[in-house]
């Protein structure tokens, strides 16, 4: 039998000898060990498993950069953070089984943050000179275990030894510990608990197990609330009784028991059901009465033990926590509870005890500030109960009961069936790095849009101003409405709604919408869209009866009044809502209504059965006649309506039952990858079809499109490739085209982006705005309709199987929760670092034991997938399919999956080379130099926006050294811990290191990188070592590379 390893990480410079010893130990005990140094300055006393140049490249760092600044402590921050890189890194890939370390203050920050990358349960060991003091920094919220050991590790004596022994023997005890987990594991409930408080907790607790349940309680000490936020993110628990909150008095009035400003949020952000009551917020901790703070000294205190002085809460003290509670409550996109006892909020809190009060405890502050602090309206936060403690458990229960999101709606006959079904808005809620860039977004131009542009301001048409009346407030709402409600954010929901609300109060008497200025029909197809969207997340049943009259309204008149332009070639997104319609009422003139929309619309299949556009369009060849407008050709020649039109034959073959239809879906994709495919996942137009170079541009609206496309035909064709492209356009093209605060925006993007500026390149169509950052550069649709991409990926991450199981077409961390076989509900958990890492885990969670199929998409480059279903790996697992698991699932069930993600070297327009890892396609970042334009935009940024230019500081004529299709064996891939902005140069979390060689004739061309040298090409200049980032991460990139002759 293989044995165990453990990990074992220290400083080999400093501390070789005490290493040395304690490795030999742990083999002694019977265990493998992998010694990991991570010293700088001395060479290490023997030599490791991992050496140090490895540490601080997984952190980010360059060693020789260590050695030569000799700052001790950015040197102990580097190796700190590559350390727990390089650990994490083995633990995922199952090649440690515990850790340990030693040393002083140095050492136990190394170690410590390598084991705080670990999650709870897997064994940890620190032995520390510092274990005898305050060792909260770090052990942090973790199960660390501290061993001090006496004397300083400064080499061997007979009572070190010993010391070091223990730990050795301690490890060793730890990892081959075997622990006999239950035949069915119990849903887990987190509950917090101080010693005022526990008779309440003790009840619930006994009420809970009795119920099937199995509650985990943490004590409210500080590292008790931040380790159960930790473990409540990492998807540990099926509900929450948060009955002690104190934590929440000690960060208010700066006690030493905080958990932090973060603490009672992870509950709320992952949309786990929760009671929170203000259990003894009625008290600070303090240390010793000595140890209080002078400004606190004429207050009522209570020594509760001679280490510990508690401080009585004012009423105003008390109503502000109500209020902070309520606002991190209204934030919740789960069932979420909120109780006011009865008889005091803490044992001391009693008739006759210490802090008694009966107007700030009960009735009072506390109560009133959480009033104040609900967001009205709230679906999710109940009023106020004044019951007993003994009522959680069916409060909680009762709840749950009200929050179940409803199920997918399948088609009604005779529309074909769909390989499988969107689920309604909000049954997929983002998590994780998901959930962070979707508020980066909302922080950004999206949230505040419509604050000082005048197309989505108050003035729009669409509010019923004289402002912009045609297509940009549709379009703001088609984003902002998902982002909205996925977030559950109550500014951005009632930004939303007075968008909504108007159109829904605002209905002609014949049945028309929008602004009676404009009788386009193209806009209301937008805006029908928005508020199919809003329907699903609100169930407002003012939206159907609206459609139903509009339909009707629109039949009468698409004769007289048919389809041109824009509506003519975009018809399959109003095709979409007609038959969303159709499915909720069954009416069958609306069917007569998509058969209409279909005769007048472009036909999308005939263009690309005699595809026309073979080669980059001119602005020449396309536009019509003087004084005639835009003519077919150019609008079908045109970038966005391609990216729209790649549904319309999937869409279409739910009307028509024809199977060519469906052929013709698949087709028309192949064909635009055939001659206008760019390596980030999309085709090029720089406003029309302009060839594979990759310096020609994408605009930003046809990569939201494209995503909107594949992800109604991945539901309709239940295709996988279809998920792969997903994703690669989501992961790739879609961060590209954003600052990483998502406050500025490209028009064009482009693989091989070496510089933004103000300058004619040359585009098919465009201008000279076109690549530079800004609020409008070179037209306006873009700002108005780019909000739609992350929220609309976000929501169709999931969808339903037509058999009511659940299908899973793109990764990212989510949690999932709606109904399957039989109406029982389900959540389902995706916790996942994906793409950046090639782990998923899924946790399956039904209200009672139900069969049902789960269906998972396996990736085309995923060639040795693994699927392991509660530790057992399932066979006939295969590329470019769905793997489909069908079995009675029952709470707390694991599967997890692992795509093993080699370096891929593949080949685009000129024999360039492309490097993809997963789904991420990678670009060498070029150094930037950001200008604020203050002149030369047509449409200039209004402030708080901006407009930039982006310079390159570095050079970027490289070749690659690459072998024929394959990485070199000597590029290394570094993983780093995801930070706040994933899709940031400094941020990104994976880098892989190539060599390559300047290309001196390669050189800039009219603001671009110049004709794209044919591969193989020569260079006699050295050879250099650089970094490689996602694509999403750099804005100025080179993607396609010259690949060097050998």
């Known amino acids: 039998m293989e044995r165990k390893t453990v990990a074992v990480i220290g400083t080999l410079d400093t501390k070789g000898e005490e290493f040395a010893y304690l490795r030999t130990r742990i083999e002694s005990a019977g265990l493998a060990s992998l010694v990991i140094d991570c010293g700088v300055v001395d060479p290490p006393a023997f030599s490791p498993d991992i050496d140090r140049r490895e540490v601080a490249d997984a952190g980010g760092y360059s060693l020789d950069d260590l050695v030569a600044e000799h700052d001790r402590g950015s040197s102990i921050a580097a190796m700190a953070a590559g350390a727990a890189v390089v650990v994490e890194r083995l633990f995922r890939g199952g090649k440690i089984h515990g850790v340990i370390s030693l040393g002083g203050s140095a050492g136990t920050t190394i170690g410590t943050a390598a084991m705080r990358s670990l999650p709870a349960g897997f064994p940890k060991m620190m032995v520390s000179t510092l274990a005898s003091g305050d060792t909260r920094p770090y052990v942090g919220s973790k199960d660390i275990a501290m061993l001090y050991p006496i004397v300083d590790i400064a080499g061997l004596n007979r009572l070190s030894r010993r010391i070091l022994g223990n730990a050795a023997g301690a490890i060793a005890g730890m990892v081959n510990q075997e622990v006999i987990e239950p035949r069915e594991a119990k849903p887990l409930i987190a509950a917090t608990m101080f010693g005022v408080t526990t008779p309440c907790v003790t009840m619930a607790r006994h009420i809970l197990e009795q119920r099937g349940f199995e509650v985990l309680v943490f004590h409210a000490t500080g590292t008790g609330g931040q380790a159960m936020e930790s473990l409540i993110a990492d998807g540990y628990f099926a509900g929450v009784l948060d009955i002690t909150t104190t934590e929440l008095a000690d960060e208010l009035v700066g006690g030493v028991m905080s958990a932090g400003p973060h603490r009672l949020e992870s509950a709320a952000a992952n949309g786990v059901p929760q009671v929170v009551c203000p259990g003894a917020v009625d008290m600070v901790n303090f240390g010793p009465l000595d140890s209080v703070p002078e400004r606190y000294r004429q207050r009522r205190l209570y020594a509760h033990n001679p280490t510990v002085t508690l401080m009585r809460t004012t009423s105003e003290e008390c109503a502000e926590l109500g209020r902070i509670t309520a606002e991190k409550l209204n934030r919740s996109h789960g069932p979420a509870v909120f109780l006011m006892p009865l008889r005091g909020v803490s044992a001391i809190d009693a008739p006759g005890s210490a802090f008694h009060s009966p107007f700030i405890s009960r009735l009072g502050p506390p109560e009133k500030g959480f009033r104040d602090g609900r967001r009205p309206g709230s679906q999710r936060v109940v009023e106020v109960l004044f019951v007993t403690y003994s009522a959680l458990v069916a409060i909680l229960n009762a709840h749950a009961a009200q929050a179940v999101h409803p199920s997918a709606v399948k088609n009604r006959v005779p529309l074909r069936a769909n390989a499988f079904y969107p689920l309604p808005l909000s049954s997929v809620k983002p998590a994780g790095w998901l959930r962070r860039q979707l508020r980066i977004q909302a922080d950004g131009l999206t949230g505040h849009l419509d604050e000082f542009w005048p197309d989505v301001g108050p003035n729009s048409g669409w509010l019923g101003g004289s402002g912009e009346s045609w297509e940009r407030g549709p379009y703001y709402m088609d984003g902002l409405v998902p982002l909205a409600y996925l977030l559950d954010d109550p500014k951005l929901i009632a930004k939303a709604n007075k968008w909504i609300g108007w159109t829904l109060t605002h209905q002609g008497a014949d049945g028309s919408i929008g602004p009676p200025s404009n009788k386009d029909w193209w806009p209301k197809m937008v805006m029908l869209k928005a508020l199919t969207q809003y329907q699903e997340a609100t169930g407002d049943p003012r939206v159907i009866p609206l459609m139903e009259k509009y339909f009707h309204y629109q039949t009468a008149n698409l004769n007289p009044q048919p389809l041109r332009d824009w509506g ?70 045109h970038g966005v309506n391609n990216a729209m039109a790649l549904k319309t034959s999937a869409v279409w073959s739910l009307v028509s039952g024809d199977p060519s239809d469906r052929a013709a879906a698949a087709a028309q994709l192949h064909t635009l990858d055939d001659y206008h495919s760019l390596p980030n996942g999309m085709f090029s137009c720089d406003e029309h079809l302009a060839g594979h170079d990759p310096s020609q541009g994408t605009e930003l609206c046809s990569v939201v499109e494209s995503q909107f496309s594949l992800e109604e035909m991945i539901g309709i064709l239940g295709e996988p490739a279809l998920g792969d492209r997903l994703e690669k356009i989501a992961y790739n093209a879609q961060p590209a085209a954003f600052t990483k605060d998502m406050w500025a925006h490209q028009y064009d993007q482009q693989p091989n982006q070496v510089e933004c500026s103000l300058y004619q390149r040359d585009w098919t169509t465009n201008g000279p705005e076109s690549n530079i950052f800004g609020l409008e550069p070179n037209f306006g649709c873009c700002t108005a309709n780019m909000h739609q991409g992350w929220p609309k990926f976000a929501a169709s991450l999931w969808m339903a199987t037509p058999d009511d199981g659940l299908a899973t077409v793109a990764y990212a961390p989510s949690l999932v929760e709606t109904e399957v076989k039989g109406g029982v509900r389900v959540s389902i958990r995706e916790a996942t670092d994906y793409p950046f890492r090639e782990e998923i885990r899924i946790t399956v969670s039904p209200a009672q034991p139900v069969d049902f199929p789960l269906v998972l998409r396996i990736p085309g480059w995923a060639q040795q997938a693994r699927v392991i279903v509660n530790s057992k790996t399932m066979e006939g697992v295969h590329p470019s399919a769905f793997f489909r698991i069908e079995r009675v699932w029952k709470s707390g069930d694991l599967v997890l999956l692992r795509f093993p993600m080699p370096v891929r070297v593949s080949r685009w327009y000129r024999n360039s080379a492309v490097v993809e890892r997963g789904p991420l396609v990678f670009a060498m970042p070029i150094s930037e130099d950001w200008k604020k334009i203050t002149k030369g935009m047509k449409n200039p940024a209004i402030d708080p926006a901006a407009d930039w230019e982006v310079h390159p500081t570095t050079p970027w004529n490289y070749g690659l050294i690459v072998a024929e299709g394959a990485a070199p064996t000597e590029w290394r891939v570094t993983e780093t811990l995801i930070g706040d902005f994933p899709f940031s140069s400094d941020g990104a979390p994976v880098k892989i290191t190539v060599q390559g060689r300047r290309l001196a004739d390669w050189k800039l061309v009219e603001g671009s990188a110049g004709p794209l040298p044919i591969s193989p090409v020569s260079s006699q200049n050295p050879i250099e070592t650089f970094r490689l980032v996602p694509y999403g991460s750099a804005r100025l990139r080179v993607t396609a590379f010259p690949q060097l002759d050998h």
Do not use: C, H
């Open 568 to 637: 003519k070639f975009r018809w399959a997104d109003e095709l979409a809502s007609v038959i969303w319609l159709y499915n909720r009422t069954g009416d069958g003139s609306l069917l007569d209504l998509a058969r209409a929309l279909g005769v007048q619309g472009y036909d999308w299949k005939a263009q690309f059965a005699n595809f026309p556009f073979k080669t980059k369009t001119s602005r020449g060849d396309l536009m019509a006649k003087p004084g005639e407008g835009l003519a077919d050709l150019a609008l079908s020649a």
